[in-house]
């Protein structure tokens, strides 16, 4: 069995950084990438940020581009994100995701790309 843990999540004020991270335990597995999704209250989950391995190609949301960035290890299944410049609006249950399935041509943005899922760490911005 996958687990996915996150950690680093917290109370932070607006304009302030914080750096999540996540690392996989149990049975031993091979992603083709990892991710971020967040999920705010009464809605929907989103994508964040995601790293493809092969290339090392990055993905963001329009809503995090220039302030969060994403960085990881293939080989242990690990991967931070580091999140600057933090408004209110970032304030969600951040969750990690790994995937399995290498998807040539098209980035990691979608949750179904995704096998792996932690229990979310929360992250609250004050105004």
């Known amino acids: 069995q996958v687990q996915l843990v996150e950690s680093g999540g917290g109370l932070v004020q607006a304009g302030g950084s914080l750096r999540l991270s996540c690392a996989a335990s149990g049975r031993t597995f091979n992603s083709t990438a990892m991710g971020w999704f967040r999920q705010a209250p009464g809605k929907e989950r989103h994508f964040v940020a995601g790293?493809?391995?092969?290339?090392?190609?990055?993905y963001y949301a329009d809503s995090v581009k220039g302030r969060f960035t994403i960085s990881g290890d293939n080989a242990k299944n690990t991967v931070t994100l580091q999140m600057n410049s933090l408004s209110p609006e970032d304030t969600a249950v951040y969750y990690c995701?790994?995937?399995?399935?290498?998807?040539?041509?098209?980035?990691?943005?979608?949750?179904?790309?995704?096998?792996?899922w932690g229990q979310g760490t929360q992250v609250t911005v004050s105004s």
């Open positions: 995701a790994a995937a399995l399935t290498f998807y040539s041509g098209i980035t990691y943005i979608y949750s179904w790309q995704y096998n792996y």
């Open positions: 790293i493809r391995w092969s290339g090392g190609n990055t």
